[in-house]
């Protein structure tokens, strides 16, 4: 079985930061890209962030300049620096990861429970 399990939401005032992180664990060969997903109340799940195994990385506009991604590929980790936070980035934050398992000799697409931001204006 493999799992991803998130951590480091919470409050935060508008300006502040928070660091998310999401470890990857169980039968895995081999971690892919993974990312970061958001979904604000009444809105559907979007793209905030991704990077690749090789650490390429991708952003949406709306976060560019603010959010930093990055992993640690030995913890098979994946982190999202937020800085700069506003209200409108209020939502759960889902990570998720591309893992080729040896046990299946195939890759499927994994989600996190999800970690809840807050940012009050």
């Known amino acids: ?15 502040g930061s ?35 195994s090789s650490r390429n990385t991708n952003y949406a506009d709306s976060v560019k300049g603010r959010f930093t ?6 913890k098979n980790t994946v982190y999202l620096e937020m800085n700069s936070l506003k209200p409108e980035d209020t939502a759960v934050y889902y990570c998720n990861a591309r893992i080729f398992r040896f046990s299946t000799r195939s890759e499927s697409i994994y989600w996190g429970q999800g970690t809840q931001v807050t940012v009050s204006s």
């Open 1 to 15: 079985q493999v799992q991803l399990v998130e951590s480091g939401g919470g409050l935060v005032q508008a300006g």
């Open 18 to 52: 928070l660091r998310l992180s999401c470890a990857a664990s169980g039968s895995i060969f081999s971690v892919n890209a993974m990312g970061w997903y958001r979904q604000a109340p009444g809105k559907q799940r979007e793209l905030v962030s991704n990077i690749t």
């Open 69 to 74: 991604i990055s992993r640690d590929n030995a």
